[in-house]
C-alpha cells in the first residue's frame, strides 16, 4: 500500500507536470522510450515478453499510479500492452524519486506471477484469480470483485496453457461456484 501511495503523490509532483498527457486505445502498444518511464494516470496495462519458441509470458498487470518502461527491465523483448484505454505521463529515468521502489515492485510482481506458472492449470488458474482479486479487487456482496477485465488469452499467457483451456476451466469455477460473473464482464471470486 505504502508504495501506491508513494505512485499516486506522484501523479502531482511537478516533475510530471511538464510532460503530456498520452493516452493509448485497448490492445495498443505503448512505446518505448530510452531514459523515460510512463506512469499510468488511468486504465490498465499489462507488460509482456516473446519466448524464443514466441509464446507471451506476462510480466505484470499495471494500472493507476504505476511506472512503467524498458528501463527497468532487462528483459528483451519487452512490451507495454494497454488492457483498456490507457492515460500516461512521460517521466525521466533520473526524475523518478522513487525509482528504487517502482524496480523492488516489478520484481516482486514478477516472482508473484512466476510462482502461480507451476502445479496443475486448475491450481494455476485459482491462484492467478486470487492474485488479481488481491491486487485488482473490492469486496461487493457476492464476493472479490476483479476489476481487471483479461481476455482468456491474457490469462492463458500468464499462467502457462491455452485459451480453450482456460475457458473450460472458467466454466468449471462457475459451476463449482467458485467465481461468478458482474455483468457477463467481470470476474468474482467467492
Request: with cysteine.
Amino acid at each position: 500500500m505504502v508504495i501506491i501511495a508513494m505512485y499516486i503523490s506522484n501523479l502531482n509532483s511537478p516533475a510530471l507536470g511538464s510532460y503530456t498527457v498520452r493516452s493509448f486505445k485497448r490492445r495498443e502498444i505503448i512505446p518505448l522510450r530510452e531514459n523515460m518511464l510512463w506512469q499510468i494516470r488511468s486504465g490498465a496495462a499489462r507488460t509482456f515478453t516473446i519466448s524464443e519458441d514466441g509464446a507471451t509470458i506476462s510480466l505484470g498487470f499495471w494500472w493507476g499510479g504505476d511506472i512503467l518502461g524498458q528501463p527497468i527491465s532487462c528483459i528483451q523483448p519487452f512490451q507495454i500492452e494497454c488492457l483498456t484505454t490507457v492515460e500516461v505521463t512521460l517521466i525521466r529515468v533520473d526524475g523518478c524519486d522513487n525509482l528504487h521502489q517502482v524496480m523492488l515492485s516489478h520484481i516482486h510482481q514478477m516472482q508473484e506471477l512466476l510462482r502461480i506458472r507451476h502445479g496443475n492449470i486448475r491450481q494455476r488458474l485459482e491462484l492467478f484469480l486470487q492474485w488479481l482479486a488481491q491486487r485488482f479487487g473490492r469486496p461487493i456482496r457476492q464476493g472479490q470483485l476483479i476489476q481487471l477485465r483479461l481476455t482468456h488469452q491474457n490469462i492463458a499467457d500468464t499462467i502457462g496453457t491455452t485459451r480453450v483451456t482456460v475457458t473450460r476451466l472458467l466454466q468449471e469455477l462457475e459451476h463449482a461456484q467458485v467465481i461468478s460473473w458482474f455483468h457477463r464482464r467481470q470476474i468474482v471470486l467467492r
